[in-house]
């Protein structure tokens, strides 16, 4: 019964194994006709890539035309922005002059004011000496008019009519 095992053993392995190292007959002409049709297909395959390729190579083209884009309009908004920062520099100068404006104008203002007050106090000053000045030469008249009037009846007379006597 050794034996048999053995022997069925060595036919199991053995067998198959010359059959696959036997060399194959040649292809069919059923072979050929997949294998052409296999080769159209590939090629069908291929030239369908190739059409995919040029597709991503212009989307990659318009992409970079839109990058270009992107990068004009970022140029642009730096210009927008240094234009920005000329506003904001004039507007600070504009500023400073106004300052600069109104600190001489509110300097004019208190000069003129004064020089008002001061105008004033001294015309009054110049008013009340004047004015005492009047009437001291009225009283000296009036005094005159009195002493006249002493040796003058007539004139004494006018004098106590107008209230002066």
């Not at 194994?17 to 049709?37: I, K, V």
Request: glycine letters at 4%; charged letters at 35%.
């Amino acid at each position: 019964m050794r034996m048999v095992a053995l022997g069925l053993i060595f036919l199991i392995f053995i067998l198959p194994s010359g059959a696959l190292c036997a060399e194959p007959s040649g292809f069919t002409q059923q072979d050929r006709e997949l294998l052409l049709t296999l080769k159209v297909k590939v090629e069908e395959i291929d030239k369908r890539f190739e059409q995919i390729d040029k597709r991503f190579e212009q989307i990659d083209k318009r992409f970079e035309q839109l990058d270009k884009r992107f990068e004009q309009i970022d140029k642009r908004f730096e210009q927008i922005d240094k234009r920005f920062e000329q506003i904001d520099k004039r507007l600070a100068f504009i500023q400073q002059i106004l300052v600069a404006m109104f600190g001489v104008f509110g300097g004019l203002c208190a000069v003129f004011v004064g020089l008002l007050l001061w105008d004033r106090r001294t015309f009054k000053e110049m008013a009340k000496r004047e004015a005492l000045k009047e009437v001291e030469e009225r009283s000296r008249i009036v005094e005159a008019l009195r002493r006249y009037s002493e040796k003058e009846p007539r004139m004494a007379e006018i004098l106590r009519s107008l209230g002066l006597l």
